[in-house]
């Protein structure tokens, strides 16, 4: 019942997408749709998607960043996507802390507040007393973890499916995301793993007086239920009236949150991956509170190298040094046309170094950048995924309250600052080590060099030459072939007709199958060359016609 549910309500999406490209699926013209029209499904599905469940609230928060598998407006509407639903029938959170702890919340606590203070999808939050100390307790909803994994089987069988029928790079990234997503959900549904996340965390940002991660109680923690200590706080998005009041300094705040996830990213190499405004609230001192560790991840020191690589690239206006570092983080497939990247790389850090360009400048040179190579097989690996969320929290938080708040301007003092950092990163985490990781990095381009000696000897080395062409070329050598194989069928059709002609006299079989053989035939020689192409190709480009 469930498979079916998810059928009949993801199915009509599905077919709306394919329609977007041809009218009737396989042929005719692609309709015109209005901006307005892709807004009210793009709604839809945000409510069809926050209906099914948490699984799909939480693969659809990582969609709304993937705009290599999405474009606007659908982005933007699963932006928007929260996983508040209806709380827990009374006493089903204090039955789950009486399985887990042993003994009911009236014996634990000096106070229980039963109206939760938060209900999401996967946990619900009740605040308390222990020991004369203001905790929050959160609680698993029961039957969560069956539900998730039985989403996630039916969501990797529907997904082979679609890759057997639309194999392209846009249903393999939906395949990497649901991957992806169930490698980290058992992290969020064991909250003893939560614990030491939050834990790490704290110790590691001890040292910023401009952010606090609350203490975990660990003598309460379980695999259901987590305990931590309680802070007060705004959410970062409901900040009008402070900064009104000018309680705050949105610049100054802005700076704090882009520092903070640096420092987790580039510094620490454990990142904060749920970056969302309900994770992130400001204290009465105006100190940043960070919530919610269930999806963290570590970041290799190799990834830090290149990302540090990229963005001192970018601070240098160095197009090829941004390119090389978008090939480095695995974001342009090889295949993918240098020339093209390189240029409209160059576009962008040319009109970002203007004095006076507008971020609606910047938006709409990057969104027609976007359209242009949204049909190139380009990649977003998982881990800068959860990096690209963090972005668009830093630039959503900016310009929610200042329209015309310049992110790459305003954040320049912040990368000028974080130069000698990033120098270190390159180098090494600590200064004292940058010696033994130089070693490393030399023995590892040794065993480099030695593999390539090795594939020249083996004549496994392959040389990649104009990938635009070589794109056209496959794509024409798909197409010749589906009109030969769809040639033979024809021919074979006619081959049988006439030997059951042969065998019967009937000649009404006779006729009709060559008929059906003639059709086959002008379908092959007369209909355009797109129609044996790959249907599902959706890119929303359709939006404006």
Known sequence: MRAVRLFVALAPFLVGFLRDRRRFIIVGGAPRRSEAFHRRRAERLTRTLAGLGPTFIKLAQVLGVRGDILPEPYLSSLATLTDQ??????GEAEAVVRTELGRPVEELFERWDPAPLAAASLGQVHRATWHGREVVVKVLRPGVAELVHQDLDLAFRFLLVL???FPNHHTRALGAIVS???????????????ARHAAQIRQNLAHYPAVVVPEVVTALVQRRVLVLEYLEGTRIDRLQERLARGELELRRLVDTVAELYLQMMLVDGLFHADPHPGNLLVDPRGR???LDFGMVIPVERALRSNLARLVLAATRGDADGVVNGFYDLGL?????DRGAIRDAARQVIDLVGQAGTSVRQIGQLVEQILLSFYDWPLTLPSDLVYFGRAAALVEGLALRYDPNFNGVVELRPLVQRWKPRLAQVLLGHEPQAGLGDWAKELSAGVRQVRELVRRLEREELKVRWHPRDVGELQRFIGTQVRRLLLAVFAFTVGLITSIVYLADRRVEVLVLGLLV????????????????QNPLRFRGRGRGR
């Open 288 to 290: 940043v509170v960070l």
């Open 517 to 532: 053989s003639f059709a086959m035939f002008a379908v092959v020689f007369v209909l355009p060359s797109h129609l044996f």
């Open 163 to 165: 890759q057997v029928l």
């Open 332 to 336: 342009l497939d090889p295949d993918a």
């Open 85 to 90: 639903v209806p709380p827990l029938a009374p």
């Open 180 to 194: 992806e997503f169930a490698k980290r959900i058992d992290g969020e549904l064991d909250f003893r793993e939560e």
